[in-house]
Each structure stands twice: as structure tokens, then as C-alpha cells.
């Protein structure tokens, strides 16, 4: 079945460095990979999102890289802010006869300001 | 802005009790899931249901687990007996698309059991 794995589970990072997360999946038919991030005592909310036709994806600050071939891919978050500290969900599709989201662990993030 | 509701926000209740969640998807969504998330751990699917059928409740605990979309719009989740073990938040989640797309959350519902 579809595996996802996902690090660090923890990051630290002065305001204004860059972040970055990854996620390896195991399902070679995985063709969209979407980041969840989650505030406190809230749901997870999509940021952006992939499809693998593509290799990376760029939305302001947020950006995601595809390597379909090692099936990884990444998360990046440049001058990071205080606001963007919370937890980072990856999640890749599985097929099964619809299709089950499998996310990861998550990476809580911390900006210090 | 739509929006997925779910209620209540919080329940506390002691083992072997009954609790019960609800959800109201964002509207036109045929697509709706349950997923349980521990403290510290990504969410895992419980339930999946396309319009009114389910179409995956393999990670669902059937013998205290139940779920149901009677018309296709919203959802209930039960549990009974509840154990320690079920303490978690239960986050509904709908989606538009019949291929892998965008999930909405609600808020999530967070069960503590005593």
C-alpha cells in the first residue's frame, strides 16, 4: 500500500531563512501531491499542490519539487515569517476504486522571530 | 467562503459511553471523509463516502465505529463504547473532485475519553 514518510518532523528556523520539508511516497501511480498546513486547533488547509506532470510549482513564498523517478518531493518556503510556523502535512493518493489521501507525520515548524 | 461544519467542537465523556460527531460538507461535494488524527500524527482515513456509499472503510474499527450519509449530504460518525484509546480530534474533510484533488477540513471535532 501507499506509503508516506515525511522530515523532518521538526524544524527550527531564524524569520527570514528558508524552510525545507520532504516527503518520499512508495505508490509509483501517485500523480498528485498536495501540502496541508495546520494551525492550532484548526484543520489542515491545502497550500499548494502538484500534479505530476510537472516538476515544480512555484506560489509566492511556496514552492514544491517533484522527482517522479525517486518519488520524493518537497516543500520550500523562503523568508519565512512568524505566521508561517505550524504543522506541514505532505499527502500522496492511493487508488482504491476511488482514491484514499495518505498523508504524512507532519513537520511542525517553528519561525523564531 | 464555503465552508465544512462540523459539531461539537469538543466532547469530553467517559469509556463505554456513546459519542456521536456530525458533519456538513461544502455543498455539491460528492466526496466525504472522516479521518482521525492523534496528537503529533498525520490524519488517517477512517471512512470515505462517494455521494451516500462508502467506498473504503478499511482503517474503520466496525465493531465500535459506525458511519453514515443517508442522503448523500451529511454525515454522522459514532462511537460506542468509546475507550481511551479513541481520544483524538475526528476531522471531516469533503472534496468535488472523483480523482485525486483538494481536500476541505472542517475545524474537527476533539474527543478526550476519562
Known amino acids: 500500500g501507499e506509503n508516506v514518510e515525511q522530515h523532518p518532523s521538526t524544524l527550527s528556523v531564524q524569520e527570514g531563512d528558508s524552510a525545507v520539508i520532504k516527503c518520499t511516497y512508495s505508490d509509483s501511480a501517485s500523480n498528485y501531491f498536495p501540502w496541508y498546513k495546520q494551525e492550532l486547533g484548526k484543520g489542515p488547509q491545502l497550500i499548494i499542490d502538484i500534479r505530476s506532470n510537472v516538476g515544480e510549482k512555484k506560489d509566492q513564498r511556496i514552492a514544491v519539487t517533484l522527482n517522479k523517478t525517486a518519488k520524493h518531493f518537497s516543500l520550500h518556503i523562503t523568508e519565512t515569517q512568524p505566521e508561517d510556523s505550524a504543522v506541514y502535512f505532505c499527502a500522496a493518493p492511493k487508488n482504491t476504486g476511488g482514491f484514499k489521501t495518505i498523508f504524512g507525520a507532519g513537520t511542525r515548524l517553528f519561525v523564531k522571530a | 467562503e464555503a465552508e465544512v461544519a462540523q459539531s461539537p467542537r469538543y466532547k469530553i465523556t467517559e469509556k463505554s459511553q456513546a459519542v456521536a460527531f456530525w458533519c456538513d460538507p461544502i455543498?455539491?461535494?460528492?466526496?466525504l471523509y472522516w479521518y482521525r488524527q492523534i496528537l503529533g500524527q498525520g490524519p488517517e482515513l477512517l471512512v470515505q463516502?462517494?455521494?451516500?456509499?462508502?467506498?473504503?472503510d478499511s482503517q474503520l474499527p466496525k465493531d465500535r465505529f459506525s458511519a453514515e450519509r443517508l442522503k448523500g449530504v451529511d454525515s454522522t460518525l459514532k462511537i460506542q463504547p468509546a475507550e481511551l484509546g479513541d481520544s483524538a480530534m475526528y476531522l471531516c474533510a469533503s472534496s468535488s473532485d472523483r480523482v485525486a484533488g483538494e481536500l476541505f477540513f472542517g475545524e474537527g471535532s476533539r474527543l478526550t475519553v476519562l
Open positions: 455543498s455539491g461535494h460528492a466526496t
Open positions: 463516502f462517494q455521494d451516500e456509499s462508502v467506498v473504503d
